[in-house]
T-cell receptor, first 113, second 114 residues
Framework: GNSVTQMEGPVTLSEEAFLTINCTYTATGYPSLFWYVQYPGEGLQLLLKATKADDKGSNKGFEATYRKETTSFHLEKGSVQVSDSAVYFCALSDTGANSKLTFGKGITLSVRP | GAGVSQSPSNKVTEKGKDVELRCDPISGHTALYWYRQSLGQGLEFLIYFQGNSAPDKSGLPSDRFSAERTGGSVSTLTIQRTQQEDSAVYLC????????????FGPGTRLTVT
């Protein structure tokens, strides 16, 4: 079955530091890939997506590239802000019958001023 | 436009009681999902509705869990004879359908079984 593996957390960075959160996946076929973010006390929000190999999703300064050869979808941001403190989930949706999302375990990011 | 809404936002119930959780998807979205978020298990798929098709119930953890979707819109997740291990945040999501696979989530219902 499908699975998503995220790097272990939590991660603590200083403001303006570079961020990388690793995500690899196992899936049959050609899944769509997503990063969701959950800010404290809030629900899951779609951060970015990529639907095919070599696609780059981007939003709010975050980027991730769909790498089929390494089955990866690492999240990056060049300069994090305190407001980026949240839990980040990598997820995939197969393009089959129910297109349910399979999530990684999530990683907590804390950015200190 | 309006996003996915869920009610109640919090629910505390006694072990053995039944609970109903409600989800209003984004207008026009044909696909609706329920997930459960708990500390030990992360985010788990529960059930999927698409239009008027039979739901995919493959993620429901036991026969105490059921869900329905009326008129292709509002959905209700029912948990009968609640147990302490049912304590979690229950999330609803909707999707436009077709070739668009991103899902939009509601704020969730935090269920606590005492």
């Amino acid at each position: 079955g499908n699975s998503v593996t995220q790097m272990e957390g939590p991660v603590t960075l200083s403001e303006e530091a570079f961020l990388t959160i690793n995500c690899t996946y196992t899936a049959t076929g050609y899944p769509s890939l997503f990063w969701y973010v959950q800010y404290p006390g809030e629900g899951l929000q779609l951060l970015l997506k990529a639907t095919k190999a070599d696609d780059k999703g981007s939003n709010k300064g975050f980027e991730a590239t769909y790498r089929k050869e390494t089955t990866s979808f690492h999240l990056e941001k060049g300069s994090v802000q305190v407001s980026d403190s949240a839990v980040y989930f990598c997820a995939l949706s197969d393009t089959g019958a129910n297109s349910k999302l399979t999530f990684g375990k999530g990683i907590t990011l804390s950015v200190r001023p | 436009g309006a996003g996915v809404s869920q009610s109640p936002s919090n629910k505390v119930t006694e072990k053995g009681k039944d609970v109903e959780l409600r989800c209003d998807p984004i207008s026009g979205h044909t696909a609706l999902y329920w997930y459960r978020q708990s500390l030990g298990q992360g985010l788990e798929f529960l059930i999927y509705f698409q239009g008027n098709s039979a739901p995919d119930k493959s993620g429901l953890p036991s026969d105490r869990f059921s869900a329905e979707r009326t008129g292709g819109s509002v959905s209700t997740l029912t948990i009968q004879r609640t147990q302490q291990e049912d304590s979690a945040v229950y999330l609803c999501a909707s999707r436009p359908g077709g070739s668009s696979y991103e899902q939009y989530f509601g704020p969730g219902t935090r269920l606590t079984v005492t």
